[in-house]
């Protein structure tokens, strides 16, 4: 198994190495924000429903100084030359493209919900995995509305900020994602999962001590690639607006698990009743899993992940060979439960193990890709950790 999280030090160390280097100034201090797993609750988001997300010990990490003029200066250690743009190019959306589309985007929803952003240089180090299903992007706006809120002394409260970095990426880079991702990276709190109600954003932190129960996730990484996963997430979103259009209802959170079969027999078509059902029972999951872990029962929402993988891959249909293997693999070698985590098409799987036992459940997972020649998983244990600060 690969290590855990790079101590944040070690990213803050990078992020300030750069803005020296590029800039021959110290920063006026360092933002970090993590990536995220989310523990159950997939594809609720946008349906007004139930998540229950946790932060990673990944993070990003921006360094930061103010500069004159409405400009924004910014390099990455993960691009080859810096970007600098101004408020004619925040002002457009999509005008940016590329990882500093999520950085202008952030300019962009500040700007146009009022505030006075101040102009900034700012320099990038992360260790959360781009395209994995780690809410690299996420992480990105957050650490960059984090610095930019206090260089410029702006009035927004945390609770706030999800929608704003959400609009950055819905409106300003284009991908038309839910809320869950960037509330998860902005509330999280260390060793809690975030309840949230993605209708109303209120949030509860449920404990999920992971270390005191002898237990860790591990997640694994498919390396499968990313097949359309833009164009068949909005296909899947589109279809549940439908459905719920057609049900007469504002959202399938509205559609309560007693009123399924009703609510199935009034639509035309399988895979419509199939997304529907999924959307249904995965928020119920959401509230059992919940009930539970309040309750202390840790280990036992191993059947509830497995259940809603199951409804992903049958229902949702958003789950690929490299996803399924690796649920497989991970149950069969003793994981309590086992579920893709975020969009689909790719991205990671988690599982819910015994600390003792998360070497065993990594090896078989690589056994069994092996067996079938996927390019090697990548597999980490994380523990619940803290939502987007200063550093
Ligand atoms: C992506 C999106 C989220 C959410 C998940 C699926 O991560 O960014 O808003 O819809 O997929 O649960």
Sequence with gaps: MTEPGTPVGAVAERATAGFRQRYGAEPAGRWAAPGRVNLIGEHTDYNDGFVLPFALPLRTVVAAAPQDGERWTVWSELADSPVEFGAAEADQPGRLTGWAAYVAGVVWALRAAGHAVPGARLAIASD??????LSSSAALEAAVLAALVDLGGLDLPAERRPRLAQRAENDYVGAPTGIMDQ???IRCRAGHALFLDCRTESVEHIPFDLDAAGLAVLVIDSRAPHRHADGEYASRRKSCERAAAQLGVPALRDVSPDDLDAALARLDDD????RVRHVVTED???????ALLRAGRVRDIGPL???SHAS????FEITVPEIDTAVEAALAAGAYGARMTGGGF????LALVEAAAADVVARAVVEAYAERDFAAPGTVTVLP???AHRT
Excluded: H, I, N, W
């Excluded at 959360?128 to 299903?133: E, H, K």
């Excluded at 895979?271 to 199939?274: G, H, L, P």
């Excluded at 992903?312 to 229902?315: E, K, Q, V």
């Design 128 to 133: 959360v995995p781009l395209g994995s299903g």
């Design 284 to 290: 119920q999951r959401v509230l059992d899993t919940v």
């Design 312 to 315: 992903m891959r049958d229902d």
């Design 183 to 185: 509330s998860a990276v």
């Design 385 to 387: 950790s803290v939502g």
């Design 271 to 274: 895979e419509t009743r199939r």
């Design 346 to 349: 790719g991205g990671c799987v």
């Design 305 to 307: 992940l497995t259940a």
